[in-house]
């Protein structure tokens, strides 16, 4: 019986209210409009239904009388509507509006302030909108209509006037006509300048003029709508604190292929360098359900994977026992990962080979005296450590507690992979499993080690990078250098 009024700011979603998100989570009906960041919706519960009323493509806007009827008609049913929009939805955005026709109809309403496109986009840009020595004020206003009118809704004079920054929603179309309306009414014309297209997006582009100038530039950079423009000394400062277009991947499309339980961690980390990332999992990690692996008489146990540490650590919760059941074994972990995810259930482990493949273990277990050995990993584990130790005479047992399922890749995923800068491979497998999916390999294929080049060379795919080291931080230091190279 609740609308709320939300805003859910302007693009990046770590700029997304709690309170936006917790309201999403909740919600029965949300009516959203384009200008929202990707994934806004992702947390709704999955029997919520989604209205959308912004414009589709190029296409026309829904009328606001049918958003207004839609918000009528969901708000006077029993459950939670959420009436999502870009920004605040108090600034420019109709809000106003909605809180009355809600008011009007008896319904009640909350209004969830957002993160304002107006302020993000240049803070994005690297333009402080006040300044203590450069603009004591700021004026937010719509350059919607065309300032050549004689009924506008701005005294532009007064504009032209005003002594601090002016930030200009809805812009782009009249530049021109608003920049020599605000020359002729005594404006600066050299005054510093700047637009900002999709502020705070992975695809946010700047230009720089004055406000004689912004209008051409513009135009020759082909940058359009949606669009912030700046005019006021602050634009300058960009000049000294551009930060966000600064990153090294910034502008650049970055597929992840790695399984989706591990992909998030590389994800998280090519986002921060700036990077658009399209998560694109063919393989998922199942754990399979299983006693405890017998451990009488085993002197060794070794992991080969963090999968295999969080599935086997499963199935001893699954018999009602815990770490203690290592006590007195020696543990070796296939690497820093595996070793992590160790710590993290209180075990401490004795050997991590120097290089994290079956090799290096092989090479790191050659002096120790071993009995019985169990090896704990997945399906498709390589034979190679297992071989090794039977050929020295070692008792060695394996225990297989997960596997990988194949997931075929969306079509709006497939789409997304088409037009990616780089596409990451993280194992051989799943290199495999990327290219059975049928995953486009336009981007630059980035590699992370032989095994993986191998497994694409192999398919006729050539790798353009191979990350030394060979594990995530070679992979991204090697991708950074080829994206600034
Ligand atoms: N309520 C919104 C504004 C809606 S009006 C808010 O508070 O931000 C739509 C206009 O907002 C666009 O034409 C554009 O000028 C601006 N805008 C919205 N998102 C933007 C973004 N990410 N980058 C630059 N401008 C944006």
């Known amino acids: 019986m609740t609308v709320y009024l939300v805003g859910a700011g302007p693009g990046d979603p770590g700029l997304m209210t709690r309170r936006s998100l917790e309201l999403i989570a909740a919600a029965d009906v949300i ?19 989604l209205i959308f009323v912004g414009k589709e493509g190029g296409g026309e806007q829904v009328p606001q009388a049918q958003t207004d009827r839609l918000l009528l008609e969901h708000g006077a049913r029993a459950g939670i509507v959420v009436r999502l929009k870009g ?7 109709r809000g106003g509006e909605e809180a009355e026709l809600l008011r009007a109809a008896g319904i009640e309403f909350e209004i969830v302030p957002g993160v304002t496109a107006g302020i993000a986009a240049p803070a994005y840009a690297g333009i402080p909108v006040t300044h203590r020595d450069l603009a004591s004020s700021v004026a937010f206003l719509t350059g919607h209509e065309d300032p050549a009118k004689t009924e506008s809704a701005h005294d532009w004079d007064a504009l032209a006037a005003f002594p601090g920054t002016l930030c200009v929603y809805m812009g782009v179309r009249q530049l021109e006509g608003i920049a020599a309306r605000l020359i002729r009414g005594g404006r600066d014309p050299d005054e510093p300048a700047a637009l900002v297209q999709r502020g705070t997006f992975p695809t946010q582009r700047t230009v720089r003029a004055t406000l004689g100038t912004l209008a051409v530039v513009a135009r020759e950079q082909r940058i359009g709508a949606p669009a912030i423009a700046v005019f006021g000394p602050v634009a300058q400062m960009r000049e000294q604190i551009a930060w966000f277009e600064r990153r090294p991947l910034h502008g650049r499309t ?32 199942v754990e399979l359900p299983g006693p405890v692996p017998d451990l009488t008489g085993v002197d060794l146990i070794v992991f080969s994977s963090a999968n295999g540490v969080g599935a ?19 543990v070796a972990a296939m690497g820093p990962g595996t070793a992590r995810a160790l710590a993290e259930r209180g075990v401490r ?51 297989v507690v997960y596997e990988n399922v194949v997931d075929p890749l969306t079509p709006e995923t497939l789409t997304a992979l088409a037009g990616a800068d780089y596409l990451t491979f993280t194992s051989a497998s799943s290199a495999r499993n990327y290219l059975d999916a049928g995953g486009p390999v336009a981007g630059r294929r980035v590699s992370i080690g032989p095994a993986t080049s191998a497994a ?30």
Request: charged share 25%.
């Open 349 to 399: 482990a004795d050997i991590i080979p120097d290089r994290f493949i079956a090799e290096g273990m092989v090479e790191a277990l050659s002096a120790l005296t071993i009995a019985r050995a169990l090896i704990v990993g997945g399906r498709e584990g390589r034979d190679v450590l297992a071989d090794a130790l039977t050929a020295r005479g070692v008792a060695v047992e394996v225990a």
């Open 254 to 285: 970055v597929a992840v292929t790695r399984a989706r339980a591990q992909a998030s961690g590389l994800a998280v980390r090519l986002a921060a360098l700036g990077a658009r990332v399209i998560e694109a999992p063919t393989i998922r990690i």
């Open 87 to 93: 920004g605040d939805p108090f600034v420019f955005g």
């Open 312 to 330: 086997f650590f499963g199935r001893l919760a699954a018999a009602a026992v815990d770490a203690r059941a290592l006590a007195g074994l020696r």
């Open 456 to 485: 694409l060379t192999e398919r006729g795919v050539s790798v353009d990078v191979e990350a030394t080291p060979h594990d995530l931080d070679g992979l991204i230091g090697a991708l950074v250098a080829d994206a600034q190279s």
């Open 31 to 49: 009516v959203y409009d384009r200008l929202i960041p990707d994934g806004a919706l992702d947390g709704a519960r999955p029997d919520a239904e």
